[in-house]
């Protein structure tokens, strides 16, 4: 059913002035100083107003698998959905609305976008459903993401909902030190994975986008376990505090490099990616600090390894690092990755490598377009590809430069 149809029966077109605004209202009004536990029922609540029942509000695991039912008053519990082969996953991977005709009226799922990132999924039935109807959802729907965000720094429930496996100390502290996994503007967007998601040590990535400027690193420091996390936390507070002082990428290296030795001596280190990609201008600079090469996708295929001078990982001292730089065009998406996702070695002895990679990020750019969809799809189909096997982290991130219109 397309946005433009209309179904019998949901009334949108036959209530008062006023009424959209007294409904969307509630939810800001009331919403921020509720405890996190009585959002989902105030949404389900004010929804409840459009004539909407079985309510539900998913959440991605951290798996990126599921879309987990969150608990509360007047919210339909349910079964967990899987993302792939569901409608409340496609709903989710493709950002969009999805209407689903029942024999009792429409289930309609709206996807929760928050600052780009994709937080999960709205489910309703209505009896009927106009075009004030579907307005009216999608903007309950981007409240609730906003106030989902704003209140997942100061309670444990959403963590809870989201973790369908038991979770290592170490990957509690790498989960708790990353920003959002992707985010989406009209010049720039990124998307990020990291294996095993519930057992994930010393991999990370960090972003911000400050005007103009996309700023990302990527780590991956020695070792397993909370050593490789103590680590990979250290270097990412080092990058942060650098970038804050708006420095170059060179002096960027250097305090990392620093703090690393510092803290942990002269036997430990920690490879490194760090970007800067002017918005505007299309214009990327780097510096690679014992990384693999990162890919450039051009066309939905991989058109060259972005080789370049390296230096040494960070903790050894390196000198001072020479920048690579690359003009990108429209639509030019960059892959970083760790060597966790060439490096294994699959059921018959040979190792994944960089030649597979390849190949797979060409087919998937060729059938699941969006940045997000794709990071997704590349990171689990790698697994299958490896025959299920992570002995190491594996982590991606894209970045598209869209141009600067």
Same mark, same amino acid.
């Given at each position: 059913m397309t946005g433009g149809e209309r179904q019998g029966g949901g009334g949108g077109t036959d209530r008062p002035e006023g009424f959209g605004e007294e409904l969307l209202g509630a939810l800001p009004d009331r919403g921020h100083e509720l405890p996190a536990h009585l959002l989902g029922p105030l949404v389900a609540r004010q929804v409840g107003g459009l004539g909407g029942r079985e309510i539900s509000i998913y959440l991605q695991d951290y798996g990126q698998v599921w879309l987990v039912p969150l608990p509360g008053e007047g919210l339909a519990a349910g079964e967990p959905q899987r993302i792939d082969g569901s409608d409340a996953g496609r709903a989710f991977q493709e950002a969009r609305r999805v209407e689903v005709p029942q024999a009792d009226g429409v289930r309609v799922y709206l996807p929760l976008l928050g600052g780009g990132d994709q937080m999960g999924v709205m489910a309703v039935t209505l009896s009927g459903v106009h075009d004030a109807d579907r307005r009216l959802l999608r903007r309950i729907a981007a409240l609730l993401a906003d106030m989902l965000v704003a209140k997942h720094g100061y309670t444990d429930l959403f963590f809870r909902v989201r973790r369908r496996e038991p979770m290592s100390v170490a990957a509690e502290i790498q989960w708790s030190l990353l920003p959002p996994l992707a985010m989406s503007t009209p010049r720039v967007a990124l998307a990020g994975t990291l294996e095993p998601a519930y057992d994930v040590a010393g991999d990370s990535f960090d972003y911000a986008l400050n005007g103009d400027v996309l700023h990302v690193a990527m780590v991956d420091a020695m070792g397993h376990?909370?050593?490789?996390?103590?680590?990979?936390?250290?270097?990412?507070?080092?990058?942060?505090?650098? #970038? +804050?002082t708006d420095v170059g990428l060179s002096e960027i290296y250097a305090f990392m490099d620093r703090a690393i030795a510092e803290q942990f001596g002269p036997d430990h280190f920690v490879t490194a990616q760090m970007m800067r990609l002017d918005t505007m201008t299309g214009r990327v600079q780097w510096v690679n600090a014992g990384h693999p090469a990162p890919l450039l996708i051009r066309g939905h295929r991989v058109v #060259? +390894?972005?080789?370049?001078?390296?230096?040494?990982?960070?903790g050894f001292g390196g000198h001072e690092p020479r920048i690579n730089e690359l003009t990108l065009e429209p639509g030019d998406r960059i892959m970083c990755f760790t060597d966790g996702l060439i490096e294994e070695h699959g059921a018959d002895g040979e190792e994944f490598g960089e030649e597979q990679l390849i190949g797979w990020v060409d087919r998937i750019e060729r059938t699941a377009h969006e940045i997000r969809a794709v990071a997704r799809s590349l990171s689990h189909t790698l697994e299958r590809a490896r025959g299920g096997i992570t002995t190491d982290d594996a982590t991606l991130l894209l970045i598209e430069w869209r141009g600067a219109d």
């Open positions: 376990g909370l050593d490789a996390a103590t680590m990979a936390t250290v270097a990412v507070g080092a990058y942060r505090h650098a #970038r +804050r #060259r +390894r972005l080789r370049g001078p390296t230096t040494l990982p960070v």
